[in-house]
């Protein structure tokens, strides 16, 4: 099978809809970011980023396809003409490595976001449904399973949720703020904390959330209000271990569904990128 057919398949097995309108080529980032997608497939590896590390794993596996779910070349769109022109030495190595390998790294963002289908006909967003199962919690969503973005969890305090996470996603750590010993019952994933951040303090504010699961933070707005909340002993925390980490759950899961949305028993693999972070305690 082709690696375009093995795409086309993939795409096929999502819902492939957001907000009513139907993905299509034109209006998605899910794109070829390299490689020649007219060649025989040899094997499969999922990823969330396609790191120097995951390239090398992935031709050790004899796996010619990386999906991965954000971009290739540090940039939004994967431009590689600015990197070209400044003849960047990072870029031209990882370029020279796939071309060696002769491998093709394909985006999955915007597809499996969208939904996959689940046992009872609906849909749940790939990445998020990823992250319940493998934290346990696919028994606790507070919302629909096209979102699965609020979970009402056995109590637990913030250090060992922290703990939890770091054991079940195999990282190096992780970073809370507020009162570690605070009793977590309600835990929401915020969408991209990059500023502004008055409705979800709002929200925090006026609903029984008790930590957040933040993919990234600033150190102001959210992260000054949970702060300035604990020390009145209030019971809000948040714990991050970053963006990458918080979805490479969903990439692992779709390494189990993709024979049957290939239906084809090509080899596939799930390569872990990583912490982005070594931490370091003083």
Not at 39 to 44: E, S
Not at 131 to 137: H, L, N, P, T, V
Not at 223 to 251: A, C, Q
Request: net charge negative; proline share 2%; glycine share 6%.
């Amino acid at each position: 099978m082709d690696i375009s057919q093995v795409i086309s398949k993939i795409k096929d097995y999502h819902k492939g809809e957001v907000s009513g309108q139907k993905i299509t080529d034109e209006n998605t980032r899910d794109k070829i970011l390299y490689g020649n997608e007219n060649q025989a497939c040899t094997g499969i590896v999922t990823t969330v980023f396609a790191s120097i590390d995951v390239i090398q794993k992935a031709h050790e596996l004899g796996a010619n396809l990386i999906i991965v779910h954000e971009a290739l070349f540090w940039n939004h769109g994967d431009h590689q003409e600015w990197l070209m022109k400044s003849q960047n030495e990072t870029y031209l190595a990882k370029k020279k490595l796939l071309d060696d390998y002769q491998i093709v790294v394909w985006r999955n963002h915007d597809y499996v976001h969208s939904g996959i289908p689940l046992d009872d006909g609906s849909y749940a967003d790939g990445i998020f449904y990823g992250f319940a199962k493998e934290m346990g919690w696919v028994q606790y969503p507070q919302d629909s399973n096209e979102s699965l973005m609020t979970f009402q969890i056995p109590e637990v305090s913030a250090e060992d949720l922290a703990y939890e996470l770091i054991s079940k996603m195999h990282l190096e750590g992780a970073r809370i703020i507020g009162d570690t010993k605070t009793k977590v019952r309600k835990v929401q994933i915020p969408f991209h904390i990059l500023g502004d951040a008055k409705e979800l303090i709002t929200e925090m504010d006026k609903t029984d959330i008790d930590a957040l699961l933040a993919m990234e933070l600033v150190d102001f707005s959210i992260s000054e209000y949970v702060r300035d909340s604990s020390m009145l002993n209030r019971n809000k925390v948040i714990i991050t271990v970053g963006h990458f980490n918080m979805e490479e759950p969903g990439m692992k899961y779709m390494s189990s569904y993709i024979p049957q949305a290939i239906e084809c028993d090509l080899p596939c693999h799930f390569i872990q990128s990583g912490d982005t972070y070594h931490y370091v305690k003083g």
